[in-house]
């Protein structure tokens, strides 16, 4: 079975500037997630997508991030424009959604630096 | 709102050593506890859950059990090796939040030869 996937794997990019990121769930799963870990923390959640509708965005700085899960299958996440402290790491998660207690599986992440 | 605690690292032992990370957690609903685990390099992999008082969760030589009277949920090996270093996470999920998880600051663990 394959994986969450993710790219691109590292981004570096300048204040002010925007970036995107891909996640591709493991094939079945109706539930995503987008996470963000900052170095030394523990990941916090950003939004949940159950099939193409948002369950929880209430931790994302609407204002900066926005994301979109098309036909409830690939995710982006965009930050735009971004700031120092959005360098993290960008976890995406799915899970089957069904059960309590659910295992969600992980991504690689995308490492974003912003300079 | 729900929150987990556990203990600060780093932490060092030698081959053979036993284990103990702490974690405890607050939750307004009835949670399912994880241990997650993030090798050098790599995304972040379940290593073992349980989901009600009682249970005891168990994978590759770890095992946790479920403390609903002192809501706990802690990590023990009982020999620990090289290939065990890494960040260890502990989470909480809960219905009443939506199932996301809400993560510990992680606890990281080196293992000298």
């Known amino acids: 079975e394959a994986g969450v996937a993710q790219s691109p794997r590292y981004k570096i990019i300048e204040k002010r500037q925007s970036v995107a990121f891909w996640c591709n769930p493991i094939s079945g799963h109706a539930t995503l997630y987008w996470y963000q870990q900052i170095l030394g923390q523990g990941p916090k959640l950003l939004i949940q997508f159950q099939n193409n509708g948002v369950v929880d965005d209430s931790q994302l700085p609407k204002d900066r991030f926005s994301a979109e899960r098309l036909k409830g299958v690939d995710s982006t996440l965009k930050i735009q424009p971004a700031k120092l402290e959005d360098s993290a790491v960008y976890l995406c998660?799915?899970?089957?959604?069904?059960?309590?207690?659910?295992?969600?599986?992980f991504g690689p992440g995308t490492r974003l630096l912003v300079l | 709102g729900n929150s987990v605690t556990q203990m600060e690292g780093p932490v060092t032992l030698s081959e053979e050593a036993f284990l103990t990370i702490n974690c405890t957690y607050t939750a307004t609903g009835y949670p399912s506890l994880f241990w997650y685990v993030q090798y050098p390099g790599e995304g972040l992999q379940l290593l073992l859950k349980a989901t009600k008082a009682d249970d005891k969760g168990s994978n590759k030589g770890f095992e946790a059990t479920y403390r609903k009277e002192t809501t706990s949920f802690h990590l023990e090996k009982g020999s620990v090796q090289v290939s065990d270093s890494a960040v260890y996470f502990c989470?909480?999920?809960?219905?009443?939040?939506?199932?996301?998880?809400?993560f510990g600051t992680g606890t990281r663990l080196a293992v000298r030869p």
């Open positions: 998660a799915s899970s089957l959604g069904s059960v309590i207690g659910e295992t969600q599986y």
């Open positions: 989470a909480l999920s809960d219905r009443s939040s939506g199932d996301k998880l809400t």
